[in-house]
């Protein structure tokens, strides 16, 4: 059993930062990529950021310069630096994974969201 948890989110007004974690826990036999996905009201869930476990990060253009993520493969956490803040960047936050099993397969988890609500 996998579970990943996120903390992190909240209300702040525009122009300022969040750091989003999400930590997995459970039998973990590999992990080969974290990232965050985020989906606002009326709109398809889309990628954010994702960070390979050789640290190769991929970014969404809407927040390229403005966020960061990184990781600690020791801790099998993930985190979004968010900085710069807009309106358009609030939604829920979800944190996703590739898990391998004991069988060697790969599955792929989420974590339960975070709301993250940017004030103009």
């Known amino acids: 059993q996998v579970q990943l948890v996120e903390s992190g989110g909240g209300l702040v007004q525009a122009g300022g930062s969040l750091r989003l974690s999400c930590a997995a826990s459970?039998?973990?036999?590999?992990?080969?990529?974290m990232g965050w996905y985020r989906q606002a009201p009326g709109k398809q869930r889309e990628l954010v950021a994702a960070?390979?476990?050789?640290?190769?990060?991929n970014y969404a253009d809407s927040v390229k310069g403005r966020f960061t993520v990184s990781s600690d493969n020791a801790k099998n956490t993930v985190y979004l630096q968010m900085n710069s803040l807009k309106p358009e960047d609030t939604a829920v936050y979800y944190c996703?994974?590739?898990?391998?099993?004991?069988?060697?397969?790969?599955?792929?988890?989420w974590g339960q969201g975070t709301q993250v609500t940017v004030s103009s």
């Open positions: 996703n994974a590739f898990i391998r099993d004991r069988d060697y397969n790969w599955n792929a988890y």
């Open positions: 459970g039998t973990i036999f590999g992990i080969n990529v």
């Open positions: 960070i390979t476990k050789n640290s190769i990060t």
